[in-house]
């Protein structure tokens, strides 16, 4: 019996200890620069204004090449997790919103930490009609931050980065985009 007690609580405090770390700061969509100095060095971004991508090409889970310097579009790269509270209310007002519609703009997701298996059951679960890129040893995250999502990353047209944010959770689902403009 106490085993099963202590199966529990061990549960308990793990799962607490994913779901907090999935964002940084309850209740607000934060660019890096605006949080506090303890925040900042913990939830830092790697990738500045103005800055070409660190990463051009991509394999998604449908085994599809993706160059981002073959489209003329602005793009949105999301650094997400499937397990993610925060990953899961962006991606539910993302496709409830007219960007997921825009033919000027190209999404992709990336899946921190996921395999092909898990990222194309999340696709069906959300309806997803964009690419999905598995990112199981983060390589393709550590290129952009040293924690925190879900991350969008605004690139325009040129592959020069426009905008970083970081996506918390308690914000309604009708604004959570809001702070996406190129």
């Given at each position: ?59 998604d ?58 990222l ?42 426009v ?20």
């Open positions: 019996m106490n085993k099963v007690k202590l199966a529990l609580v061990t549960g308990g405090i793990v799962m607490s200890l994913l779901v907090a770390g999935c964002s940084h700061h309850q209740g607000h969509v934060s660019q890096d620069a605006s949080l506090p100095v303890n925040e900042a060095a913990k939830y830092q971004t790697y990738v500045k204004v103005g800055q070409s991508v660190p990463v051009n090409q991509f394999i889970i449908q085994g599809r090449h993706i160059d981002l310097m073959q489209s003329k579009h602005k793009k949105i790269l999301i650094l997400f997790a499937t397990w993610c509270p925060d990953s899961q209310r962006a991606m539910k007002a993302l496709v409830q919103s007219a960007l997921i519609h825009d033919d000027t703009i190209d999404i992709i997701g990336i899946g921190r930490e996921e395999s092909i298996a898990s194309s059951q999340f696709a069906l679960d959300y309806q997803l009609p964009f690419s999905l890129v598995a990112d199981k040893g983060r390589s393709l995250y550590r290129q952009f931050a040293s924690a925190g999502i879900p991350r969008f990353i605004l690139l325009d047209e040129h592959n020069k980065i905008k970083t944010l970081l996506l918390e959770d308690d914000i309604q689902v009708d604004k959570l985009l809001a702070p996406i403009q190129w």
